[in-house]
């Protein structure tokens, strides 16, 4: 019997983008259902009725929730091109960086582009020191995952495009400033490589996606 494999997503949303990635690396068919967060269908519903959130991943009729839990999920059902290293140790690091990408960096990176004053500046002193985590990783590597792209590199992914859309949106420089040059190096070889830049979102609907977003944030934020 063949498989069905679907994923609910939408055309802009990162978390989604690294399941993406990891079924295009892994040779994986796939059906999209594209979402509209504002209107959520009832499948997506009926299948995360928890955090009403994407991605989904839909296997043989199971749901599977949750971008990190996914990624495992694909790298124990199929095995071709492994995403996770063997050795426990390495595999606890990887996982311990991801949650690390999803607690702390990503926050601290939203933090920074939607609020203002005081806050904004303790966030980006906290992006900084977050990254240079994350610049201390990449040492002696070209990828998190060593030579290839692995399931750590998806876990950061989104950093390769979306901090350069928003630092465009806020006129920030959160990495653009050559102080975390590893990093910066890493982003180009992993926008550039063939599976991942064939899944980036359009740039410039980007551009106007978040510009919306941050107004809309900041809005909310802003003394009345
Ligand atoms: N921790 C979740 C986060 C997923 C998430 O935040 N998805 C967003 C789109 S990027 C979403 O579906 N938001 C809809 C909503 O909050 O109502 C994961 O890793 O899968």
Known sequence: ????????RTWSSPFPLRIVWALK?????????????????????????????VPVLLHNGKPILESLVILEYIEETWKQHPLLPE????????????????????????????KQG???????????????????E?????????ETIGYLDLAFGWLANLVSVLEEVTGLSLTASGKFPLLSAWMQNFSDAPVIKE????????????QAMIEKYTAVAAPK
Not at 138 to 146: A, D, P, Q, R
Not at 199 to 210: E, Q, S
């Open 1 to 8: 019997m063949a498989e069905e494999v679907k994923l609910f």
């Open 25 to 53: 690396l892994k040779g994986i068919e796939y059906e999209t259902i594209l979402e509209d967060l504002q209107n959520k269908s009832s499948l997506l519903l009926q299948y995360n009725p928890v955090h009403k959130k």
């Open 87 to 114: 050795d426990p140790f390495e595999k606890a690091t990887a996982r311990f960086w991801a949650r690390f990408n999803d607690e702390e960096l990503l926050p601290s990176i939203w933090n920074a582009s939607t």
């Open 118 to 136: 005081k806050e904004q500046e303790e966030a980006i002193v906290q992006v900084e020191e977050n990254l240079k985590y994350v610049e201390e």
């Open 138 to 146: 990449l040492k002696g590597n070209v990828f998190f995952g060593g």
């Open 199 to 210: 899944c980036w979102p359009p740039r410039d609907k980007l551009i106007i996606r978040y």
